[in-house]
């Protein structure tokens, strides 16, 4: 059971040297056989990181419909196909049932890659330089998400870095600074088993973050996540602020009502 090679379309999408262009997938891809990419091949096939040649990346990019190059290697698809024995059984699948296509081997391959990669010891310097580097809103949300996708695989050292990362931002000053701690905090707060040291987190940022129109709405975010949070944890990360003269009666009321509820 199986299908052969040449039953597949010779497009991209069917070459052993398509890869995508985005980590966890996307809907373009690279060559792995391109010279100019070769340097970094290593590093995106063995930790998806892409931080080092994003720009070559986004000028070699292509559709995985495109039709292929002479250097076209297709895909093997048979019983000695080297990859998984669930990617293996999934792809015949796909045969079988006529839905085997480019998108679909392309997600089942995707699929078994995300499933056997050890995504909660990845190691996550790469990510912090491409945070840390990031010179603009939009390089900056990529590099958060980066960092979001890890901690949604129960990274710890993800969610660390993108904590301290939040903990050196200095106030915001703008609503569209304000916004950003809002995704960051979107980000730290993809898996429950790390509230306990969020809750701490958030409240040593409110008592360096003056209360005005600009950041109205980080407070409320902060509180919102308090209000979904375990009690015993709101009630010793929230009490401080209650004795600290820096907060208005509004906010300290908001308090009450959180750790009353």
């Given at each position: 059971?199986?299908?052969?090679?040449?039953d597949l379309e010779r497009i991209c999408g069917n070459c052993n040297y398509s890869f995508p262009s985005e980590p966890f997938g996307s809907d373009f891809a690279i060559c792995l056989n391109d010279p100019d990419l070769e340097p970094y091949v290593d590093d995106m096939l063995?930790?998806?990181?892409?931080?080092?040649?994003?720009?070559?990346?986004?000028?070699?990019?292509?559709?995985?419909?495109?039709?292929?190059?002479?250097?076209?290697d297709p895909v093997e698809l048979n019983e000695e196909f080297p990859f998984s024995s669930e990617l293996n059984s999934a792809i015949a699948?796909?045969?079988?049932?006529?839905?085997?296509?480019?998108?679909?081997?392309?997600?089942?391959v995707?699929?078994?890659?995300?499933?056997?990669?050890?995504?909660?010891?990845?190691?996550?310097?790469?990510?912090?330089?491409?945070?840390?580097?990031?010179?603009?809103?939009g390089a900056r949300e990529k590099a958060v998400a980066n960092l979001g996708g890890?901690?949604?695989?129960?990274?710890?050292?993800?969610?660390?870095?993108?904590?301290?990362?939040?903990?050196?931002?200095s106030p915001p000053a703008t609503v569209e600074e304000t916004h950003f701690r809002i995704e960051i905090l979107r980000h730290l707060n993809l898996r429950n088993r790390f509230e306990d040291k969020l809750g701490p987190l958030l409240v040593e940022d409110l008592f360096r973050?003056?209360?005005?129109?600009?950041?109205?709405s980080w407070y409320t975010a902060v509180f919102r996540?308090?209000?979904?949070?375990?009690?015993?944890?709101?009630?010793?990360?929230?009490?401080?602020?209650?004795?600290?003269?820096?907060?208005?009666?509004?906010?300290?009321?908001?308090?009450?009502?959180?750790?009353?509820?």
């Open positions: 059971m199986g299908a052969d090679s040449h063995e930790n998806q990181d892409f931080s080092r040649c994003q720009n070559l990346i986004k000028q070699k990019r292509f559709s995985w419909e495109q039709e292929a190059c002479p250097d076209f699948e796909l045969a079988d049932e006529g839905r085997l296509t480019a998108e679909t081997f392309e997600q089942a995707f699929e078994d890659v995300v499933d056997n990669i050890d995504w909660a010891h990845m190691p996550v310097e790469d990510y912090v330089e491409e945070l840390n580097r990031a010179d603009n809103v890890l901690i949604a695989f129960d990274n710890e050292a993800a969610f660390y870095a993108l904590g301290n990362y939040l903990r050196e931002l973050t003056p209360s005005n129109n600009t950041t109205r996540f308090f209000e979904n949070a375990p009690a015993h944890m709101a009630e010793e990360a929230l009490s401080p602020m209650l004795n600290s003269p820096q907060f208005s009666y509004r906010i300290k009321k908001r308090v009450r009502t959180i750790l009353q509820t």
